[in-house]
């Protein structure tokens, strides 16, 4: 029997719903239950994928080609389960969905309202998932009384009294602000966010308390009072040094134990969580530092790269290091040369993530020919590879004009729009006059590689199945002029058409790949290639 969790949030939105969510499903998964987690979000784009990175962080790619909010990445990284495009919805998908079907007379003629046609659709999302787990966590986006937000909570109140509230449970995130001229700790926001859930029907079984200090027993004692739930349910969310410390705090806070108690699930063992004990100790003690330069576009918020960040740091526990994050903006380097010395000089690895867009393009591709001349750990993600392989054909190989379309006609167009491509067994197409959401290379495929390259040894297999989120491609028809000066495109699509890994032969180390494998990482599970991307730079730091 599948029992259900909704996770709403108050007061402010970013408290954390999504990390909480994950964190609970790794403990419940710790006492060898069975997790899913999805995510509700109120806005009404159909997807984030035509979304900027600074308004909503970066897009998570599953591997069945749904670009999904940035949480996705959290359930997996916690729970080790593959998300899919049935684990997030809009509200957009599901008006759209609901306006498909009154186009094809699905509902015979009716007027369409929000209930309980929006409604109900919404139900339908979270329905489908009754059987696939022992527990199905569902994270509504937002903050409780946000306008966009009001079908979901209607809904999930609904969805409660139809499954029974044996089956179902609400837990609600709210923030305990600290006034500094007060000297304490606020409970009266808290008071209201759940006054204002109480009101769309919703009564909470469990409260979730951010603070970024201890929440003394008689504010706890005041929120139970006046918010109408027993203490013992009432769970300090306290600031934590590392989110993968976060199971381990709230199963001390009684969480995990509430939860079940909740359920009145009395035979339920203890969770096994050295796992997560073994991961914190090596964050908090670590052998050694390295510092990794992150040159790239969208680097005032650091959200943009939230999967890559994390994958590096996955890198660092392997290695038993701390891995530092130097953010640095590439159109910096665009007109001024000489700040590439000052910004890169002292760091043990470069990486160039994923973007779109001509700013910034000029600064990556010196990025790269400053690790390529310093012999410095290179690792080229998506755009990153692209600018690599541009920085070789321009300036090992003599094509001066070497660019790629994204950024307008060029000479050399060693990079271009793809228009074909297989997947699976069939073929498919697409044109620059598409729309821009859902039509990129999208989700998991595979590549072959080759015998003797780093990126097999790394993988220590002879195939790998990886997710992309790109439309531009790696021209193939100069892949030999550029071997021929020292690389190597040692990963192809299995037709040999596409590029989807490129190493560099006589350097330290010094990959691109087409690919995003932030996507897949994990603190228990780290991607090979970040693990060996870290150790390299170790080495690194040994000689500088």
Sequence with gaps: MTRFIFMTGGVVSSLGKGLASAALGALLQARGYSVRICKLDPYLNVDPGTMSPFQHGEVF????????????????????????????????????????????????????????HITNEIKDFIREKDGSADFVICEIGGTVGDIEGLPFLEAIRQFGNEVGHDRALYIHMTLLP????????????????????MSAGIRPNILLCRADRPIEAEELRKIALFCNIDQTKVIPAL???????????????????QVIDAFRMTESPAPELSKWQEIVRRIKEPEGDVTIAIVGKYTNLTDSYKSLNEALSHGGIANNVKVKLKFV?????????????????????????????????????????????????YFGICLGMQMAVIEAARNVVGLKGAGSTEFGECDVPVVGLMTEWVRGNDTEQRSGNDDL?????????????????????????????????????????YKSQIEDKGYLFSGLSPDGE??????????PWFIGVQFHPELKSKPFDPHPLFVSFIDAAVKQSRLV
């Design 61 to 116: 790619v599953t591997d069945d080609g749904a670009e999904a909010d940035l949480d996705l990445g959290h359930y997996e990284r916690f729970t080790g389960r593959p998300a899919t495009k049935k684990d997030n919805t809009t509200t957009g998908r599901i008006y759209l969905s609901v306006l498909q079907k009154e186009r094809r007379g699905d509902y015979l003629g009716a007027t369409i309202q929000v209930i309980p």
């Design 178 to 197: 600290y006034i500094p001229t007060a000297g304490e700790l606020k409970t009266k926001p808290t008071q209201h966010s759940v006054k204002e859930l």
């Design 239 to 257: 600031d934590a040094s590392s989110i993968y410390e976060v199971p381990l705090t709230y199963h001390a806070e009684g969480l995990d134990d």
């Design 329 to 377: 903006d590439a159109s910096e380097f665009d007109h001024h040369e000489e700040d590439i010395v000052s910004a890169l000089k002292n760091v043990h690895g470069i990486l160039v993530p994923g973007g779109f867009g001509a700013r910034g393009a000029e600064g990556k591709i010196k990025a790269v020919q400053y690790a390529r001349e310093h012999n410095i750990p």
């Design 437 to 477: 959401g859902g039509t990129m290379r999208l989700g998991a495929y595979p590549a072959t590689l080759k015998e003797g390259s780093k990126v097999r040894s790394i993988y220590g297999a002879d195939e790998l199945s990886e997710r992309h989120r790109h439309r531009y491609e790696v021209n193939v028809r």
């Design 498 to 507: 596409l590029p989807e890994t490129f190493e560099k032969l006589d350097h």
